[in-house]
């Protein structure tokens, strides 16, 4: 179907499902009066939210706005610790499953409130001793294990930075953030499981840390079985410390430090259109607050819930949704170490039955590979404790929406379409279950307390445009790590005092919001965002690359794939090798989730006679289309050699 052919179907979607009457009848929130609550006085509305968190000292004022930057609760003091488990623990809460966890061979261990309280608050005794104090940054590179939670945690509670690095990333990756930020201890593990095989994190860390001066200790948690010698863990005396030498060691927690409602509580590292991931900055007040009114609204969240977000804690989704909004509201979160087809395709299902899952949170890209893999597999399991499905991080395709419906819903639970970014911190765009009639494809309408819009370049509102947010939000990001004019240049300078997240997006009769994707140089690869200049960047960094460009392709499963055109330096002969050798060099950059699905090599790339790559060509070439305008280019000769060499294949 040609572009315009599946945007037109996708207007004309009237599928409609109105949330479930029995669902509706229990829900939090069934009424819509709710949205005009809010939008008539968004700061009290935001305050109130703000009211249910534990504060040391209240703040004086809701919302300072000085274009960009904004300030939630000014002169409040409260620590984000004490909300996720200290303040749970007078009450029922303290003997409730705080994290009940999975690993991917199968073992288990569940902590209750108490119990979690009791590790964070010695594990930041532990950091405190080695000399973090608050405002330090600490790197936090670790597979999905309870100490992930356990490491964020700790952090918040003495009030020093956390910067959590996917444990995918390459060791060069992770060296990057690590320098950026300045980081000074480096939490890891000695390995971790996927698929079978152990991913060997400390033996990464370590070539990660020969270019990290700022890095005093690396504390390692024991992950894999002491027999796991393939991994070869070597610690260096002094600086590499055991994760379980030092809790034995330790006595005694520490408490929670008050901290300003503005202070850093982590940062974050994201791609953008330049080949330097940007460290996204979010703090205290304003974000755990709007962490807690989602994840309880758009989850529906009730005390006897088993709640389930299959990210991982690498990304934003697990910081917001794992991690801080869950435990924020006291549930029960549960935690999966492994991939969905491990040992089998039914893996997701069968941990739903085993832990009785009501509410679960999943990417399209999932939800894709589930449909490929099959009905058989769910069908296998027990899913009839799922009440709520929800999704994030790419627009659903309506026949997926349909099939997370209809199979993994057994048309009983509401979906939620949940559009946010790692900037916001939070949900912005996304029905409310018991209140809104959703449509497959739709995040529909913003969350009571924000404001968005569609807006064309000029900024006028129209039906079909960028997606623009156009009052601040609590838990907007404040600033990019280090580099405020790339913030402002980056998000604020297409209209003024608004925000440009980057998305394209249309509008209906209903006034719903549907997200077409990233309109700048980013992809979305299975969920993941990556820069096209980063992979670009670790392709020429390969001695025999001259130029690349890297367009996204249109991929079944994965919503996008990497195709990179690649020009080669005299002397060197394209080859099937030569591009297995690229496509390696990439992952050894970057990481396995940046790996080109195709590499074609060209003699010249179409450029305009300014000398800008034509990407736009690119892609049409890639997805086998016909090519647009070429009018501007300054060899179209070029475009037509390189769609005959893909053609050839
Ligand atoms: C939370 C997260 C953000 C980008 C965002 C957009 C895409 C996320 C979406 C969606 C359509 C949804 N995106 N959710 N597009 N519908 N429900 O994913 O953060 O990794 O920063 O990605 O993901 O393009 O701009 P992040």
């Known amino acids: ?102 690993g991917e061979p199968g073992d288990t261990r569940v902590m209750t409130y108490y119990g979690l309280h009791r590790r964070v608050a010695k594990f930041a005794h532990v950091l405190r001793n080695l ?64 698929r079978g095989t152990l991913i060997p994190l400390k033996n990464n860390a370590d070539r990660a840390m020969e270019h990290t001066p700022s890095i005093e200790h690396c504390i390692v948690v024991a992950r894999t079985p002491s027999t796991a010698r393939e991994l070869d863990v070597r610690m260096s005396a002094g600086r590499d410390l055991w994760y379980h030498d030092l809790m034995r060691d330790i006595e005694g927690g520490v408490p929670c430090e008050p901290m300003d409602s503005e202070d850093n509580l982590f940062i974050l590292y994201t791609s953008g259109t ?33 709640y389930w977000c299959t990210a991982d804690v690498g990304w934003i989704t697990g910081h917001s949704y794992i991690v801080y909004g869950p435990l924020a509201n006291g549930a029960t979160v549960f935690m999966y170490e492994g991939a969905p087809d491990w040992p089998n395709r039914g893996r997701f299902w069968h941990l739903c039955e085993k832990y009785g899952i009501t509410v679960f949170y999943t990417a399209p890209t999932a939800i894709r590979a589930f449909m490929r893999w099959g009905e058989e597999w769910p069908a296998k399991y027990d899913l009839s404790q799922l009440r709520l499905l929800g999704t994030v991080g790419e627009p659903i395709n309506p026949e997926a929406w349909m099939w997370y419906h209809e199979v993994i819903g057994e048309k009983r639970c509401p979906i939620v379409d949940t559009w946010w970014q790692t900037e916001t911190g939070a949900i912005m765009i996304t029905p409310l279950p018991g209140v809104t009639e959703t449509k497959p494809g739709t995040a529909t309408r913003p969350f009571p307390g924000i404001e968005a819009q569609i807006r064309s370049e000029a900024g006028e509102e129209v039906k079909a445009g960028y997606l623009a947010v156009t009052k601040p939000w609590p838990s907007m990001l404040r600033t990019i790590w280090g580099d405020d004019e790339r913030f402002r240049e980056t998000y604020w300078s297409k209209w003024p005092d608004t925000y440009f997240p980057g998305d394209g997006a249309r509008t209906d009769d209903d006034g719903y919001f549907w997200i077409l994707g990233r ?45 990179a055109f690649v020009t080669l330096k005299e002397g060197h002969e394209p080859s099937t090798d030569t591009a297995d050798e690229l496509k390696q060099h990439v992952v050894e950059k970057i990481g396995a989730i940046a790996r080109p699905e195709l590499i074609l090599f060209t003699v010249d790339l179409p450029k305009t006679r300014s000398g800008k790559i034509m990407r736009r060509l690119l892609q049409d070439i890639a997805e086998g289309r016909a090519v647009g305008d070429t009018t501007t280019l300054a060899d179209p000769e070029v475009v037509r050699r390189l769609q005959q060499r893909y053609e050839e294949g």
Not at 153 to 166: D, N
């Open 1 to 102: 179907m040609s572009e315009t052919g599946a945007l037109d179907s996708l207007l004309h979607e009237d599928r409609r499902f109105p949330p479930p009457e029995p669902f509706r009848r229990d829900a939090l929130i069934s009424d819509p009066a709710i949205y005009d609550e809010a939008a008539a006085d968004p700061e009290a509305w935001w305050a109130r939210w703000a009211a249910e968190l534990d504060w040391y000292e209240p703040w004086h004022t809701v919302l300072e706005w000085t274009p960009p930057h904004a300030k939630w609760f000014v002169g409040g003091k409260l620590n984000v610790c004490h909300n996720c488990i200290d303040r749970h623990l007078e009450g029922p809460r303290r003997n409730k499953a705080a994290l009940i966890w999975e």
């Open 131 to 194: 000399g973090v104090e608050k405002g330090d940054r600490v790197a936090i590179y670790l597979p999905m294990v309870p100490e992930a939670a356990i490491a964020m945690l700790a952090c918040a509670r003495i009030g020093a930075v956390h910067s959590v690095v996917f444990g995918g990333f390459s060791p060069d990756s992770l060296a990057d953030r690590i320098v950026d930020a300045g980081a000074k201890v480096l939490i890891t593990a000695d390995g971790g499981y996927r």
């Open 274 to 306: 330049t080949g330097r991931p940007k460290g996204v900055v979010h703090t205290t007040g304003g974000y755990l607050t709007q962490c807690q009114a989602t994840t309880r609204w758009v989850f529906d969240l009730k005390e006897d819930d088993r």
């Open 519 to 563: 309109v700048d140089d980013v992809l979305n690869v299975a969920g993941h965002r990556i820069g096209t200049m980063e992979v670009e960047s670790a392709l020429v960094d390969d001695h025999r690359v001259a130029e690349a460009a890297v367009v996204g392709k249109k991929h079944d499963v994965k919503g996008q794939s990497i195709a």
